[in-house]
């Protein structure tokens, strides 16, 4: 288990950020899967700055997943650089936070 394997004072806010990427990961992973769907039958389309909002707090891995599973908003260069940069964007945000929480 993530917690006993660390010490307790970093160990609960490690296992609470792996828990949410998780979840986040999966709900977008499920949102690249459906505007994918919905972009083959003519559907009613997740706008891209949903997709980007939940890339941004934490989903990004199942973003990135989706895209390769899925084949999906691998072309559009707008798309492609705006996910990147909310990875980047995510991890500076974690990389502050751990450093402020470490003191």
Known sequence: MIVSSIDGAIGWPVAL???T???LSVASFTLYGMDKRRAQLD???IPERTLHTVDLVG???GGW???????HKTRKLSFVV?????VVLH???VGVAAY???G
């Open 59 to 61: 989903g990004w891995p």
């Open 43 to 45: 559907g009613p389309r």
């Open 21 to 23: 990427i998780t979840m």
């Open 100 to 102: 402020l929480w470490l």
């Open 65 to 71: 997943l989706a895209r390769r599973v899925f084949r």
């Open 91 to 93: 991890l500076g945000c």
């Open 17 to 19: 950020y792996a828990v």
């Open 82 to 86: 705006a996910f990147w940069l909310t």
